[in-house]
């Protein structure tokens, strides 16, 4: 199985900053690496797939990036409603892992 | 919009089958793929499996030897049993939309249902 680490498990931030989140893969996944988001209650949103392809509807200050073994999730200009769980998630092979999941909580 | 709904049992019995059904609105079963995937504090986020509208099947190893993904277009759903449960099964389960187009990704998630296993 394809292992999945994010950095950091947890940060605070304040509305306003930016925030950048890791996932590692455990070999290359080239760029099949999709993003989520999660919070208390709701259904998991996907925010970015391809790595890098903004999902229809989310807003533009989110971004990835990366290719091979390593990715970055960026929030620019953070607002109340991105406070939650971010997961990032290989679809490279199967079985398809997530990361354990990066919570982004207020400072 | 595809809406989904989880359904079923919030409590099952250690060694009993859990069973949970997947219901769509706003959209097709058709030509997409359907998966499960629960989340528990232990594992976190975990694949179950994948169901194609036609029918072909895709579960997890860790899991298969216990696992059955059906799908009934007709009725606009898809179920999932998982048989001789543990507490490790304990979880959220959803179900989700996974695209056909590649890379894939699940675009679509139902809010989760939560089941325990305990007697």
């Known amino acids: 199985d394809i292992q999945m680490t994010q950095s950091p498990s947890s940060l605070s931030a304040s509305v306003g900053d930016s925030v950048i989140i890791t996932c590692r893969a455990s070999?290359?996944?080239?760029?099949?690496l999709n993003w989520y988001q999660k919070k208390s209650g709701e259904a998991p949103k996907l925010l970015i797939y391809?790595?890098?392809t903004l999902q229809n509807g989310v807003p533009s200050r989110f971004s990835g990036s990366g290719s091979g073994t390593e990715f970055t999730l960026t929030i620019n200009r953070l607002q109340t409603e991105d406070f939650g769980t971010y997961y990032c998630?290989?679809?490279?092979?199967?079985?398809?892992?997530f990361g354990q999941g990066t919570n982004v909580e207020v400072k | 919009q595809v809406l989904l709904q989880e359904s079923g049992p919030g409590l099952v019995r250690p060694s009993e089958t859990l069973s949970l059904t997947c219901t769509l609105s706003?959209?097709?079963?058709?030509?997409?793929?359907w998966t499960w995937i629960r989340h528990s504090p232990a594992k976190g986020l975990e694949w179950v499996g994948d169901?194609?509208?036609?029918?072909?099947?895709y579960y997890n190893p860790s899991l298969k030897d216990r696992l059955t993904i059906s799908v009934d277009t007709a009725k606009n759903q898809f179920s999932l049993n998982v048989n001789s449960v543990t507490a490790a099964d304990t979880a959220t389960y959803y179900c989700?939309?996974?695209?056909?187009?590649?890379?894939?990704?699940?675009?679509?998630w139902g809010q989760g249902t939560l089941v325990t296993v305990s007697s």
């Open positions: 989700a939309r996974r695209t056909i187009v590649v890379p894939h990704r699940f675009d679509s």
């Open positions: 998630q290989q679809s490279y092979n199967t079985p398809r892992t």
């Open positions: 070999r290359s996944i080239y760029n099949y």
């Open positions: 169901i194609y509208y036609s029918g072909s099947t």
């Open positions: 706003g959209g097709s079963i058709s030509p997409y793929y």
């Open positions: 391809a790595a890098s």
